[in-house]
């Protein structure tokens, strides 16, 4: 007999781990990501996620883009099984400049591995997206990678993520020596020493294991490096608090772990640590109430869309994050915002990275949901309740730029571009209330690059993008005085129609304030005391 589906929904969503690999760019995150791969028997690709790099760092070079968003469609979500858990590993694209859509993933997982060259220590980017992930509360794992060079002191990197990134680290591995000298690290938990061997090709279970943190052997074997990381230990265990896994829950401790990921060298006890650790998929807030993932109805929420491999069809893949209840291939849906019916019967999962057609998931998976615009970004997907989660954010852009078509024929399909363009989040789109040149927001130039180059080869348009002299936005709201309703609505229009010459309308046509400086709009705050100013958007 079939298990019953509740306690079957149950079972599923306990063992799923929904998380994202963060870092630096060459810190390690492709390597490690491979490496997490073949450690879990997920791929004989070694290789194919490589592949992808290699024309992630062209990016300056048009076909190359193109090329990457095809490519990365396959690989941006891997799901693999470890043990006896199902591991859903979300990519985080590394290049700044399309960093507003990382911080939406990492609205979409449950925890974050974060990866740090030992030599660099905490570089920029690491840090803007651990400020994401601290405030949300995302519990941590941290891998310090590259042992195998010559790097900073172990006890000084530890000191500086806890300085910079506000967390206390607690270690669970010890490196013995670094660079020709890496012996291996002490698995401070286990109480044993694992010997590092060079080399690619070696997988789980055939590295050397010595028992014990003070075996007479280890003096002998690694001298001087054994001395150091014997007191740097004692060090440690002094001051380093004990590991508590409800402060680790919460974003407030992460456990640190060293190795070498080129080596395939500390790759598995990071695996290790990810299913016995990591949380499986918690409750989710809704407009409406709170949702428990184990709920039997299914509901998910749109976090990414990217376009599609082939440009001629303008399909669009939706990744939606299973939040709560069980999918399955052909159920009849409802897009919440706008009604309508969506029966998916295409819909795609990740498994190894090959596109494959799904026939269940269950909270804490990633779908992918072809479509041709019924799904935006921030989309509630459910069986028919009426439900929007929120939570899915939107930064004020910190670059503009006008948008014209050189051949005014063409203005309708520049602004169903620039409509579709929009709503999959590769750039933000404003209408001015007065004037009728629409606005581009950005927060990195390669996004303005991207559009004006999609706006060509998907829709034909040739645009010109020009200087726009703004440099700050914000959203504005205002709220109803005590025993006033409607008042809210009435001083926004007051102030819309006061500053209707730097008033622009979003995709959602929400009302934004477009400043050429910073310092206009503490003015404008002074003068407008009611009116709140918003540098972040949930979906409205
Ligand atoms: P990403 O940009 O974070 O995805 O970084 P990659 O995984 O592409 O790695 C950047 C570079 O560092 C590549 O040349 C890797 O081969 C190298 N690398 C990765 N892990 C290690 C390691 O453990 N030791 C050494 N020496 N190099 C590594």
Known sequence: MSE??????????????TFAIISHPDAGKTTLTEKLLLFSGAIQIAGSVKARKATRHATSDWMEIEKQRGISVASSVMQMEYRDCVINLLDTPGHQDFSEDTYRVLTAVDAALMVIDAANGVEPQTRRLLQVCRARNTPILTFVNKMDREVKDPLALMDEIEQELGMTVVPFTWPVGMGKQFHGVMDLRQERMRVFAPGEDRVAGTEEVLEGLDNPIYAERFGMQYDNAQGEIELVKEAAPAFEHDAFLSGKQTPMFFGSAVNNFGVQEVLDALVELAPPPDVRESMQRTVKPEEPKFTGVVFKIQANMDPAHRDRIAFVRVASGRFERGMNLKVVRSGKGLRPNTVVTFMSQKRELLDEAFAGDIIGIPNHGVLQLGDTITEGEALQYTGLPFFAPEMFRSVEV???LKTKQ????LRQLGEEGAIQVFRPEAGSVLLLGAVGQLQFEVVAHRLEHEYGVKARITAARYNVA????CDDAEGQPGSGEKELRRFIDHNAHRVAWDAVNAPTVLLEYAGELRAMQEN??????HALREHA
């Open 474 to 477: 914000r959203w504005v709201t």
């Open 406 to 408: 050189a051949d005014p």
């Open 414 to 417: 520049l602004r169903e571009g």
């Open 528 to 533: 407008w005391p009611r009116i709140k100013f």
């Open 4 to 17: 019953p589906i509740a306690s079957r929904i149950e079972t599923e969503v306990r063992r799923r781990r």
